[in-house]
């Protein structure tokens, strides 16, 4: 039955006056203390030992009485000590004097304390005296709400306080009590939905609905409301202490938090607050937060914490390592909120587009420390990443609610049930987990919002799983033009992109057919037809089906280069391997290898396996070794569905079986005076193209590459004439010369000094072999430049 108290005179804070709580109690009703006060003890597994009625809090107790129970409880407030003696608990009888002692079994004193305006009627006949420990022995307090009336408002004014548990019949709330600090104006509101509340019935709630939630805001502004105000004023200025850190984080809100402590705010979301304490008194935070991330398949929230240490005095609040979005004015760009809120969905956008598999263009930093600068192209696949790194994958929140299931009072009427649903909240983050990227078309701007900035992607260039910021992530710009820069013989590039092209298409045929195929699974594979489809001479299914192109000839001439110009032309990103990524262990060389190739299938990537002389040496019959490593590399290289280039300067020493499986091999002639005139002019070219307002190539320095005996004499290589003009170009900036609109000058002179000291390198190196390096690498059986061996037979045997 409802609780009753005649006696007790109307506040504004309840909003209920005695006259109403004398109709709701009845008039035979006992009156009965609200809350009660009791000392408990406990045993060291916290098991429940001898508790006695308490009628005011147990730090105010000398020589207590007894007192009566209410007739229905309102909250209970808990209170934990701790010491290493016993406390005791004596009970003296007037007739027969009896003592009890528990010090031998106990090691916690749990003083469970209940208050009420209600008058205490002690008991004559018996006198009770209570030992308890010092003050500093004091661990925490919390208060248990037993009434169903405050229960049910809790479970309607609070969205989202995941560290309770509102759908219990036991409701704990731990000092300093931030749940009802942080929803007080909430429950002041339901308060007084309730407060002129009539209803026929004597067992309907909403009687005393008004009467208990300002027994329990009483509680709190007389437990701590002074102190709470007056953060609030602080709050307003933008300053806070440490001791009442805790108000400022309420769980749901957004924050900006410096995980990483890079001076870069992110948006979280506060989840909880956790302190330490220590004497009484709290020594430490600990605030989880989470934002929205992902796994492999699904979005969710990802929890952080940061732990806050005692501090003096006030601090600003923007400046604390976490903080409130709402007290952001500007951030260190000079944006306002809107901006920055505006920029971070932005970015959320493309991280959700991120979740799907593909090839990007990046330029800008890591998120690991220390951060360092990334550019080129990555790719996106997350099944793919936690496949190869799963260690260090991402952990979502399992445990998230997502559902806004909540317990509804029955023992209200439907007048109040009215009043409770349209104050009644849903659940503030229902749909923010178990998120598919593939099965959704796109998220609320909140949750973009809140999107994590890592990445996770594979850098082609470094051939590794690297942690990126989304923000660097742009769509791919193929410069098919490229192709045209390549100073190759016409009808041998013609003849490249045409195979290419070809074959790309029937790649795309195979995987539209094998797409057909899943769609509809009662249909056989074989079945499906595309007059596009690639047709194999081999009768082997599986076998030979790859497109392999042998390029070899001296270095610098173009081999590698021509393997970029083909990528960007196909529009498809291009995986370089070297030895270091497939090894050079005979046990481990055809699964690396297959992993690889297996990779490249999936990403749609064009693979070129650099100086591959190591895996294609002629075989000998006392080296097992090397004739495993041969075999392995054979056979995962005739199974491999796709574009693979190999490059080589050491053609002579390949293995004959490697001969037969490779579809196109193409030598690299040494460049000729007017191909490397081609090449100097591509390299100009770019540079006045990108530095257009910054540098000119002075007319002189082109008459200078195109005229020079010097320079023509020394044969550059493609390789060295872009290392000569790099070289040049710094040059050029240190001296700082400029022309009348600014720009810096390259001079003849500017290249000079590089020909001085390469030619001074090469008569160095000719006299050590006797020979140059067409000569070196003819008499070596690497390889035969046209003119060097004869070179080489006149130093030879002369």
Excluded at 453 to 460: D, G, L, M, T
Aim: hydrophobic letters at 35%; charged letters at 30%; one cysteine or more.
């Amino acid at each position: 039955m409802p609780v009753a108290d005649p006696e007790v005179s109307g506040d504004k804070s309840s909003g209920v006056s005695g006259k109403q709580l004398s109709a709701v109690s009845g008039p035979d009703q006992k009156s009965a203390p609200d809350i009660l006060y009791e000392v408990r003890y406990v045993n060291d597994s916290n098991e429940h030992v001898y508790s006695r009625p308490l009628p005011r809090p147990a730090a105010e107790i000398e020589n207590p009485p007894g007192t009566q129970q209410a007739a229905i409880k309102v909250v209970e407030v808990r209170t934990t000590w701790l010491e290493s003696g016993a406390p005791e608990l004596v009970i003296k009888d007037t007739d027969a004097i009896k003592e009890t002692t528990v010090s031998d079994t106990v090691t916690k004193l749990a003083a469970t304390e209940e208050s009420s305006e209600g008058k205490v009627e002690k008991e004559a006949e018996k006198e009770e005296t209570i030992k308890l420990p010092p003050f500093d022995s004091q661990r925490c307090s919390y208060i248990e709400i037993l009434s169903p009336a405050i229960r049910e408002a809790l479970r309607t004014v609070v969205d989202y306080y995941p560290e309770h548990n509102l759908d219990t019949r036991s409701v704990k709330i731990y000092w300093p009590y931030p749940l009802l600090a942080h929803y007080d104006k909430d429950l002041q509101i339901y308060q007084e939905k309730f407060e002129n509340h009539e209803c026929d019935s004597q067992a309907c709630s909403g009687h005393y609905v008004s009467k208990h939630i300002g027994i329990l805001r009483n509680f709190l502004q007389e437990n701590g409301g002074a102190a709470i105000a007056e953060e609030r004023k602080r709050h307003e200025r933008g300053y806070a202490t440490f001791e009442m850190l805790w108000l400022l984080y309420r769980p749901g809100e957004d924050v900006l938090f410096d995980r990483n402590e890079y001076g870069e705010y992110e948006p979280y979301v506060v989840k909880e607050v956790d302190w330490e304490m220590t004497d009484g008194s709290i020594k430490s935070y600990t605030v989880t937060f989470w934002n929205m991330n992902a796994d492999s398949i699904v979005m969710g929230p990802s929890d952080s914490a940061h732990t806050f240490n005692s501090f003096a005095g006030e601090k600003e609040i923007t400046s604390l390592r976490a903080f409130p979005f709402q007290y952001l004015v500007k951030d260190k760009n000079g944006k306002n909120p809107e901006e920055v809120r505006k920029r971070f969905t932005d970015r959320g956008k493309v991280f959700f587009e991120l979740r799907k598999k593909g090839c990007w263009d990046f330029k800008g930093y890591g998120t690991t420390f220390p951060r360092r600068p990334f550019e080129g192209l990555v790719m996106v696949d997350p099944i793919q990443y936690f496949t190869d790194m799963g260690s260090e994958r991402c952990v979502l929140d399992s445990n998230f609610e997502t559902d806004n299931v909540k317990v509804v009072d029955r023992e209200c009427c439907e007048e109040g049930h009215k009043v409770i649903r349209s104050l009644r909240r849903p659940f503030r983050f229902a749909g923010y987990s178990k998120i598919n990227p593939l099965k959704v078309k796109g998220l609320e701007d909140h949750q973009y919002f809140l999107c994590d900035r890592r990445i996770e992607a594979f850098v082609y260039k470094h051939r590794e799983w690297r942690d990126l910021d989304a923000s660097g992530i742009r769509p791919i710009n193929y410069d098919k033009k490229m192709l045209d820069t390549l100073v190759l013989e016409p009808h041998i590039k013609k003849m490249i992109q045409s195979l290419t092209d070809k074959y790309i298409k029937t790649l795309k045929a195979d995987e539209a057919r094998e797409k057909r195929s899943l769609d509809n699974p009662d249909q056989a594979l074989e079945d499906v037809v595309d007059e596009e489809s690639a047709w194999s001479a081999d009768f082997v299914k599986g076998k030979g089906e790859g497109l392999i192109f042998l390029l070899h000839g001296k270095p610098g001439v173009g081999k590698t280069y021509t393997a970029e110009c083909i990528a960007q032309n196909a529009e498809r990103p291009l995986l370089t391997l070297t030895c270091a990524d497939i090894g050079t262990d005979p046990a481990y060389i055809e699964s690396n290898l297959m992993r690889w190739f297996k990779r490249a299938k999936s990403w749609n990537a064009i693979m070129l396996l650099d100086e591959a002389d190591i895996y294609m040496e002629h075989r000998m019959v006392q080296d097992l070794e090397r004739n495993n490593l041969v075999a392995g590399f054979l056979r995962a290289m005739e199974y491999y569905k796709g574009i693979l280039f190999l490059t080589t300067n050491r053609v002579g020493a390949f293995d004959e079986a490697f001969l037969s499986r490779i579809n196109l091999t193409i030598y690299y002639k040494p460049f000729s005076a007017k191909a490397r005139k081609d090449v100097w002019e591509s390299f100009f070219s770019k540079l006045e193209r990108e530095k257009e307002d910054k540098m000119r190539i002075h007319v002189s320095t082109r008459d200078y590459v195109e005229d020079s005996e010097e320079l023509d004499g020394l044969q550059w290589n493609g390789r060295e004439i872009r290392n000569a003009f790099q070289i040049a170009v710094a040059l050029a900036e240190t001296e700082g010369e400029k022309d009348a609109r600014g720009r810096i000058i390259i001079k003849k002179d500017h290249i000079r000094s590089t020909v001085e000291m390469s030619r001074a390198f090469k008569h160095y190196m000719k006299k050590v072999h006797k020979t140059d390096e067409d000569g070196l690498a003819a008499a070596r059986g690497n390889r035969y430049d046209k003119g060097a061996a004869e070179k080489s037979e006149e130093t030879t045997f002369k």
